[in-house]
């Protein structure tokens, strides 16, 4: 048999679309590919309808990366959402598992991004590796049937670890019937290089949008989902620009474009007759150049109601200098301590802790500065490579998991 060279991992996604889990786990695919690792990346749908949007896997700026980068991806090739989902997502072909074991079967451990891809990675005849799931949301409970997955996998001794980007998840994890010994803490990080305080794009993002050099500016950067409470962030926006005449607000991600009704209606619900404070809400979409958004903003604002764990735009809002504003969910109140503000989820006390953020921005820079290191990228995929090493050892000392016959 030809030996192989450094630890075979392959990561299994649900699919490719905009959020903040896709973009943390490819950078440590990417990270980690660097090293003496092997990765390659199995996504269950090739495109992704949601957030108002179509998104294609070709198309992700995720997958061009990794693609780039000589990361191997392929797909199951499904449609996901209202306008064209390919079948029960309980039921596979035999194409579709075929495929799946000729991925698995090369594989060391497999990574399964989020506990959804296991109802695939379950399946009875496929080859048996060891899986560590990547937990990065606080409320199993909202995640259907994927938390019975879960469960199911680690009885049967599939799920050998799960790592979780926050204490909260931990917490929420264990509550839900998850053994702690298999909870792992490993903390969102960021490439410290790429998000950073730069003058010089800062002035290039408000030149292009036609923002002042002095305009007091909050970044609101999620997806258009229930849980990112767009109608909370949008009330606190319309007071905030009706008490700031020179404040512009950005909003970006998934389904944050003019041509999305539902964001349509929630402004006009928001808004109302004050309609000449909308020429002040920018709507940009998914962007690629968030590090130049963010050096633009003075505050970085996150308002959701559940289900976040460790915010990635509260992260990478710090490290280029703007002001994190958060209402108190996941680790959120851990993350913004000493660095910005926690409130609760009322408009007016939002947009007074915008408007307080902006006045104590300077004030707050050492303390950004000095925290760069604890959100270190660096840190970040160092501690994945030691659990994935440490899986693989015991793996191979203890061989737990027999082929099916």
Known sequence: MRARRGLHVLSVYEGFFSGGARIVHSDVVLGLQEGDQHHRVLSIHGEVHREATRQRMEDDACYRSLTAAGVGVTSLGRSFGPAGASGDPAVFTGPELADTARATADADVILSLKEQPLRLLNQAGLPRRPVVVCLHRSDPENQGAALDELKAAIADGTVVACVCCAESTRAAYEAAGVPGELLHVIPNGVDLERFRPDPARRLALRTSLTIPADAPVVVFAARYDAMKNVPLFLRAAREWLAREPQG???MCGAGMTPVNPGLDADIETAFGDERGLVDRLHRLGVRHDMEQVYAAADVVALTSSWGEAAPLCLVEGMMCGAVPVATDVGDSAAIVAGHGFVTPPDPGAIASAWSEAIAARADLAPALA????????????????????GVHTRATVQPGLPEPL
Not at 370 to 389: K, P
Request: net charge positive; charged share 25%; no cysteine.
């Open 248 to 250: 512009h607000a950005l």
């Open 370 to 389: 000095a925290s760069r290191e604890r959100f270190s990228r660096t840190r970040m995929i160092a501690a994945y490579a030691a659990l994935l090493d």
